[in-house]
C-alpha cells in the first residue's frame, strides 16, 4: 500500500482521533524507507498490523463521591502489541483522556518498550476521572471501582499497568490493593509499588533521572557535559521534579518549572532545598506551582494564556530544555524562540511535547532533538526492572538499579544514533528510535505468524 494510503486508512478507521494520526505519521515517515525496501514488512503488513490494537477495553467507572452523589468516569485499557512481552505502560487520569490520547500513548509505548531491550509489549490505559481536588476517599473509591473492571483484562504475565499523568504513588497503592483483594493473589500486576510491598528502588526517579542520562550522553557526543548548563524545565510532576534533581546533582541550573496553570521562572536556580519545597508542595500538598513564589520571592510567577499562540516559558534564555509535562506543548513558535535563544539541546521527559512542526525547526537549525521514545525510556526500563525483582522475588539495591539504568539509557542512546547512521540520517535520534524499535516488534511479529 502506498504511503497516503496507508496514512489515509489510519485517519478513516480512527476518525478525529488527531494525536494518534500524529504518532503515526512521525514513525511512518522514519521508517518508509525500511517498508520501501523490504518485501517482507510490506507482505506481512507490519504496519497495517501496529496501527491497530490487538485489543482495546473500554468500560464504565461507577463511583460515590463525599457528598454521596453517584458519579460515571470511563475507563480504558489499550492492549496495543504484546510481540516482544506482556502489555506495559502507564494508566493516566485526567480530564482530556480519550482513544486518541491512549492510542498515540500505546503505539510510541510499542517503540520505546522495545529500545529497552527489555521484554515488555505496548500498552496504555486510564480515565477521564481528574484527581486535581478529589480528597483521599474519593481518589481510593473512585480506583477500587477501576480495578473492579481492569483487573479481568491484566494480569502480572498478561499486562502490567505503572503510573502517568494523575497516577502515582497514592493511585498505584489503591490500585494494587483492589486487584489484591479481587484476585486474591499477591504479584507484581502494577509496577511503581511502594517499597515496602514489591516496589523497585530508583522507580519513582528513573523517569527524569534516565532523561537526564540520556541528555548527558547526547551532549557527550559534542564532548560538552550539563555542568553549569542553564535548563528550562516544563511540568513539575514526577517526571518534571527528577529531572530537576539529577540537573541538580549534575552540576546544571535548572530555571524553570511549571503546571496547567503557570510557570516559574528562578534565574538562580533551583536548588536542592526549592526542590524539597515542590515535592511536597505537589506530592503532599497538592498545591499550585504558584505557591513556589511565596516561598522564594527572588522568583518569578506567570500565569499561562491557553489561548496565546506561544507559551513565554520557551522564550526563556537557556542551554538546554526539558519539556516534562504534557503532549503538544511545544509548537513552531516556541521552538523558534528556543533557537532564537541559541539552545543547543532539546531532550523530551513528557511523550510526543514537540509537534511535528517544531521538530521540524530543530532539526533544521541543528538543535540537538531526542523523541520522548527514546529520552523518558528509563522510566518503563525500570519498571521492567521491577518486574524482573517480582519474577525473583529479590529485590537490588539503589546503586545496582541506577547502574542498570544508566547503562539501559546509553544502550538506547547508542542503538538510536547507530540506526540513524546506517540508515542515512546520522545524528537524528527521532528516525534511530523509531526504525530500531519497529525492526525489533515487526521481526517478532513475522516470526510468530499471521496472528
Ligand atoms: P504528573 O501527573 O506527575 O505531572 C504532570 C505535570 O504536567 C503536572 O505539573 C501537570 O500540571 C502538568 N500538566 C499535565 N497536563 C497538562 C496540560 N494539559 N497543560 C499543562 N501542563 C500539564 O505526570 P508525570 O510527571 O508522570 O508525566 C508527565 C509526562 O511524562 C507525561 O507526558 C507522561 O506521559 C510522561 N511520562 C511519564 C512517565 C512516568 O514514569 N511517570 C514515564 C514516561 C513518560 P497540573 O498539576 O496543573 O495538571
Redesign the pocket.
Known amino acids: 500500500m502506498s504511503q497516503e494510503k496507508i496514512l489515509k486508512q489510519v485517519e478513516v478507521r480512527n476518525p478525529g482521533e488527531t494525536e494518534f494520526h500524529q504518532a503515526v505519521t512521525e514513525v511512518y515517515e522514519s521508517v518508509k524507507p525500511l517498508l520501501d525496501s523490504s518485501e517482507k514488512y510490506r507482505n506481512f503488513k507490519i504496519f497495517e498490523r501496529m496501527v491497530e490494537p490487538e485489543r482495546f477495553i473500554s468500560f464504565r467507572v461507577t463511583w460515590m463521591d463525599d457528598r454521596g452523589e453517584v458519579q460515571v468516569n470511563r475507563g480504558f485499557r489499550i492492549q496495543m502489541n504484546s510481540a516482544i512481552g506482556p502489555y506495559k505502560g502507564?494508566l493516566?487520569f485526567?480530564p482530556?483522556v480519550n482513544l486518541s490520547i491512549l492510542k498515540f500513548?500505546a503505539f510510541e509505548q510499542t517503540f520505546?518498550n522495545a529500545l529497552t531491550g527489555l521484554p515488555m509489549g505496548g500498552g496504555k490505559g486510564g480515565s477521564d476521572f481528574d484527581p486535581?481536588g478529589k480528597s483521599d476517599q474519593e481518589v481510593m473509591r473512585f480506583c477500587q471501582n477501576f480495578m473492579l473492571e481492569l483487573e479481568k483484562h491484566i494480569g502480572h504475565r498478561t499486562d502490567v499497568p505503572?503510573?502517568?499523568?494523575?497516577?502515582?504513588g497514592r493511585e498505584i497503592g489503591y490500585l494494587f490493593g483492589a486487584y489484591r483483594k479481587a484476585r486474591n493473589e499477591f504479584t507484581g500486576v502494577l509496577t511503581?509499588k511502594g517499597q515496602g510491598w514489591g516496589g523497585s528502588l530508583i522507580r519513582p526517579e528513573?523517569?527524569g533521572y534516565g532523561l537526564v542520562y540520556f541528555a548527558n550522553n547526547m551532549l557527550g557526543t559534542k564532548n560538552k557535559t550539563i555542568e553549569n548548563k542553564r535548563c528550562l524545565v516544563?511540568?513539575?510532576?514526577?517526571?518534571?521534579?527528577y529531572t530537576i534533581e539529577k540537573i541538580i546533582q549534575l552540576g546544571g541550573i535548572p530555571s524553570s518549572?511549571?503546571?496547567?496553570?503557570g510557570y516559574i521562572v528562578d534565574e538562580k536556580g533551583i536548588t536542592m532545598e526549592k526542590l524539597a519545597f515542590i515535592k511536597d508542595l505537589?506530592n503532599n500538598r497538592r498545591g499550585?506551582?504558584s505557591e513556589y513564589v511565596n516561598a522564594f520571592p527572588e522568583a518569578k510567577y506567570f500565569e499561562?494564556d491557553?489561548s496565546a499562540d506561544h507559551n513565554p516559558l520557551w522564550n526563556i534564555k537557556a542551554d538546554c530544555a526539558f519539556p516534562?509535562?504534557?503532549?503538544n506543548?511545544i509548537n513552531a513558535l516556541d521552538a523558534n524562540n528556543l533557537v532564537g535563544n541559541k539552545i543547543t539541546m532539546l531532550a523530551e521527559?513528557?511523550?510526543?511535547?514537540c509537534t511535528p512542526e517544531a521538530i521540524e525547526v530543530f532539526l533544521s537549525n541543528e538543535v540537538m532533538y531526542s523523541p520522548?521514545k527514546a529520552s523518558?525510556?528509563?522510566?518503563?526500563a525500570t519498571?521492567g526492572l521491577e518486574m524482573s525483582q517480582n519474577y525473583m522475588g529479590y529485590n537490588w539495591t539503589a546503586e545496582e538499579v541506577d547502574n542498570k539504568l544508566q547503562g539501559i539509557m546509553k544502550d538506547i542512546h547508542d542503538t538510536c544514533l547507530a540506526a540513524a547512521e546506517k540508515y542515512g540520517h546520522k545524528g537524528n535520534y527521532m528516525v534511530g528510535a523509531n526504525i530500531a524499535g519497529f525492526i525489533k516488534v515487526a521481526d517478532s511479529m513475522i516470526a510468530q505468524g499471521v496472528i
Open positions: 502507564g493516566r485526567h482530556s500513548l520505546k486535581k505503572a503510573g502517568d499523568i494523575g497516577v502515582g511503581g528513573a523517569t516544563s511540568g513539575s510532576g514526577n517526571v518534571a521534579q518549572a511549571s503546571d496547567s496553570s505537589k499550585r506551582i499561562t491557553h516534562c509535562a504534557t503532549q506543548e521527559g513528557a511523550n510526543m511535547p520522548g523518558n525510556a528509563g522510566g518503563v519498571s
